[in-house]
Structures are given as C-alpha cells and as structure tokens.
C-alpha cells in the first residue's frame, strides 16, 4: 500500500507584490496620517471610512478590462454572481458614498479618507500591489475657489509633515486650456485627441522635438523601434507646443503665453481665465510662487479631469540605485472631476480632491534624514522567581498606571541572560530587577540598557565606574528612578 503524500508546507513569504510593516514604520505612517489628518481636520474636513470593497460597477471607468474583472484590481464573484473588488484609490468610493447619501449630507461635503487601495498590476522596485492612499476632495462647489483651497492646503501639509519651503513645488494646470489647444488645432475626433493626450504625457520625457515629431510623422525612440506619430500637420501642432513651453518668468507671463496658445478658443479662456483666479485667491493668501505656481507642464492625468489639475513634487536630489543624481518627483496629486458622480445620479456634480501618496512621502523624509529613529520599546520587567510573578506583575501595573509603556517577560526565566538579550532585541531603555535578595530588603535594582550601551561602544572601564548605569532604590521609588532614567535618555 503506497504512503499518503504529506501536504507540502506553505512558503512563508509575502505574496508578490506585497511587504509586511513592523513597529517603526508602522508607527511613522500613523504618525504621518495624523499629522495630515490634523491639517485636514483645521480646513473644515470631515473624515469619512468607506468600505474596502465596492462592486465592479461602482468602480466603473477605474477597472480597466471588464470582460477581465481581476485585470486592475483584485475582484471576485459573490454567491449571487455579482462581482466586487479590493477598492483601487479612494475616490470613486467617495462619488459612491455621495450618490447614495446625498440628501443626508451638507452641500458643499468636504471629507478626507486615508487607508490601503489595492491595484492589481504589475509590481516593481518601490512599486507595490497595496500602498496607503491619503486624500481629501470637496463635493457640490463649482468655485474655483475649492481648487485654490486644495492646493494651499497641499503645501501646508507638505510642511507640516517636514517637508520645508525650497524641497517642493506645487504646480498648478488646467484641462480647460489642453481643451482649447485642441480646439485651436481642429482636433475634433475623440480618438485622435486622445493620441494627442497621450503624445503631450510624454514631454518630460521627449521634450519639444519628440513631441513634435509624435504629434507628426513618428519617431526612432530610445531602443531604436520606430513610433508611429499622430499624423497632424506641423501647424497643427504648434498650439500644442505653444501651451506645453509656455510657462513664463511668473504667473502674469505664463496665462499670457497661454492666452496665445489657445488662439479664440471660449473654453480654453474660460481655462485660463480660472487659472488666473486661483493664482490671485493664493496671492492673496499668502502662496507665492516659491510654493504654488501656474505651470502647463503638468500634464498627467488630464484625460480623467475635467479642470483644474495640481501634483506636488518634491525637488531635492537623491541618489538613485546606480549612485546616479536625480529629483525625488511626485508625491501628490489631484484636480477637478465634475463628472465622476454623474455615474451614479445622471447629474453633473462639481468635486475636487487630491490624493497624498503616504509611502512615497515616507520614503522621502526617509531620503532626508526627517524620519527613520530607532524605534524605543518598553520597560522590561525581569523575571527572577517565577513563583512571584504576581509581584513583577503589580510594577509593571505601576509603571503603565503612570503612562509609561512596560512589560513583564514572559518567555522561560531560567537563563538571566537571555531576558537582558530580550530587551536589548526589543530596543527597551530600561530593565528592572528583583531577586530574593531584593525583596527581602525592599529594593529594586533598575538597569539602564540607552547608557550601558552607549557606555559600551566608547567608554574605557574607568568611564564605567565613573557612570554607572544601574541603580538600586528603594521599591517605591520604582516609578520616579524610571521616568528620572526615560527623562535624561
């Protein structure tokens, strides 16, 4: 009789795509998140926590092969045949959310959301399935006056975070003025704007000749394969041109170069005439152009906005994997879409929102030296006898009674040693100590674990005797030695 075969043990990784996140990273993010939500919190935004999971349907436009409906996000087919999916950023569940309660909520709404979304694309270095997303988007205001808001409150949180004046830059388009660029063009033909949509997301990479070229004939890219181009004539794409080089010495300049470029176009001055409003609603509020600036290089995502669009990058330099220079780039984004909600309601709603990608931000404060401290743990109690763990367990319950975080250990106590390797492991700042001696003569001995392994690394052992790093003291006074020890540490 042949052997059952053993069921193979599950590798213990991460799926692709995926990481896990231990205490200091963790911890950075919720203290990111708060410090954004806090900036949030003083514009007047309300938080709002929907749902992880939406239906395909909801998701609309955002899933990119619906005869596929794993291709883009990760969705599966519920009991009753309908499909629902992990959600893939947080606004198309917020147009959801307005749709459905609408009459319940204030007019204009203005909520923030932070929490993962899932994609399901393909990952790569720094690029990953799930990552944190932290928006927030006013709903019901057709002013131009709630972009202008959105973007200050972009540059103060960008600060607020640690990111100072002079490291970042938030640049300011309009899909109005692209609009009347194609207009001014004769491209008519929704297929063919959407080339010249895609040809003008390809400038920072190509620059004015590539763009030319691809917006005419084609080109020879990089690898040598030939692109075919749009096929419009060289006067055709001038007012292209025209808009992508037309940023100016300052914001005057710029909207009148832009002015030019969409020759009589209505809605390509009803673009630059909105531009020219949010430049003066910042001027006024005090976002110069060291901050916030009009730039019609900004280009991506134009095809999804319906006015107003805005990223903030960040510009200092950091070293890429091949020790190459290079600007850290993007780390937000956001603009107005006036027709996410008419999905669900048939009705045109005016909505504008950005989106703060919260590990990118990390990753940059990370770059600066701005976060990345050495995570500290608790206070370790020690176990000497385990008959009295109810005595380590009374000082621990006095140390968390006066805020300060502890624990007892509770592995096996028969090797002293191993608990202290514990609770250098765990990073913990101080270790305390009562054995039968102690006890018996009402003391406690307290150990501090930041000195002793400073003292370690550089001081010679007469330093050692000079500066102790352990303390007896009377058992009362176990609270006090312990803060008095956090305190100087």
Known sequence: MAKPKKTPRPKAQTPKGFRDYFGADVSERA???????????????????SSAVETVEALGKFLPDVDRPNEGVFAWQDEDDSWMALRYDLTAPLARVYAQHRNDLPTPYRRFAMGPVWRNEKPGPGRYRQFYQCDADTVGAANVAADAEICAMLSDTLEEVGIPRGDYLVRVNNRKVLNGVLEAMGVTDEGQAADVLRTIDKFDKVGESGVRELLGKGRLDASGAYIDGVGLSEAQADPVVAFLTSKGADAAATLANLRNAIGGSSIGADGVNELETIASLLDAGGYDATRIEIDPSVVRGLGYYTGPVFEAELTFEILDEKGRKRQFGSVSGGGRYDDLVKRFTGQSVPATGVSIGVDRLLAALREKGRIGRTEVGPVVVTVMDRDRMADYQAMVAELRNAGIRAEVYLGNPKNFGNQLKYADKRNSPVAVIEGGDEKANGVVQIKDLILGAKIAESATLEEWKERPSQ???????????????????
């Open 31 to 49: 203290e990111m998140l708060q410090t954004i939500a806090g900036v949030y919190h003083r514009y007047g935004f309300e938080a709002l926590e």
């Open 471 to 489: 303390f007896e003291v009377p058992r009362d006074q176990l609270v006090a030695k312990v803060r008095e020890i956090l305190d100087a540490d």
